[in-house]
């Protein structure tokens, strides 16, 4: 079974600093994707970044990327330049897009996310 | 592109009764949609895999008599919670994927509060 931590229950980080959220994950497939979510308070969800396992290459997104360690199954974000608008709970994803369960995405338990002006 | 809307945003009912939510995808067809349940302060637990045309798929331990989703057409899915309780309580949130992209998309959620 797959399986998705984040360690971080809440974080904090000064406007225009940088932070990165911490994400691993437990998978014996080899084809499968990586998400990162944002969710603020009005709850709604919106994808922040998405990271294919095949592609070696970090994604980007103006000032969000990640940090993909297949070998260590780890998937970090880095926010740079925060902005109050960061302000949110982040969850890391897993899906794998074939098979049984496809299309599922599991969701990590979130990482809250203070900027603080 | 790739809107995702529920119906409605947030619902109070008393004990015993039933409620519907609706979920639609607006702008694109939607062969499956998912269906989510959090309470606060949680993540998001997925509770049932909505195809169009055939009987959803539940995750252990949610009650398909009780959470009845209908997946009648390419652009609505609904679920009904039967027989309303308090811990029945939650935000429920659905999204729906577009074929042949690796991705769901998420409507706006929906908060049931049953007295």
């Known amino acids: 079974a797959q399986t998705v931590t984040q360690s971080q229950p809440e974080m904090s980080v000064q406007e225009a600093e940088t932070v990165t959220l911490s994400c691993t994950y437990d998978?014996?497939?080899?084809?499968?994707?990586l998400f990162w979510y944002k969710q603020p308070p009005s709850r709604q969800m919106i994808l922040v970044i998405r990271?294919?396992?095949?592609?070696?290459q970090n994604a980007t997104e103006n000032r969000f990327s990640v940090n993909f360690q297949k070998a260590a199954k780890s998937f970090s974000l880095k926010i740079s330049d925060s902005q109050l608008g960061d302000t949110a709970m982040y969850f890391c994803?897993?899906?794998?897009?074939?098979?049984?369960?496809?299309?599922?995405?599991?969701f990590g338990k979130g990482t809250k996310l203070s900027v603080k002006p | 592109g790739a809107v995702v809307s529920q119906h409605p945003s947030w619902v109070i009912c008393k004990s015993g009764t039933s409620v519907k939510i609706e979920c639609r995808s607006l702008?694109?067809?939607?062969?499956?949609m998912f269906w989510y349940r959090q309470f606060p302060k949680q993540s998001l637990m997925l509770m049932a895999t909505?195809?169009?045309?055939?009987?959803?798929?539940?995750e252990q331990g949610v009650e398909k008599d009780k959470f009845l989703i209908n997946h009648a057409s390419l652009t609505l899915s609904t679920l009904t919670v039967t027989s309303a309780h308090p811990e029945d309580s939650s935000f429920y949130i659905c999204?729906?994927?577009?074929?042949?992209?690796?991705?769901?998309?998420f409507g706006p959620g929906t908060r049931l509060t049953v007295l």
């Open positions: 999204s729906a994927r577009v074929e042949g992209r690796n991705e769901q998309f």
């Open positions: 998978t014996s497939e080899s084809n499968y994707y």
């Open positions: 990271q294919e396992a095949y592609k070696q």
């Open positions: 994803a897993f899906m794998i897009p074939t098979g049984g369960s496809q299309g599922n995405l599991i």
């Open positions: 702008d694109f067809q939607a062969t499956t």
């Open positions: 909505s195809n169009e045309g055939s009987k959803a798929t539940y």
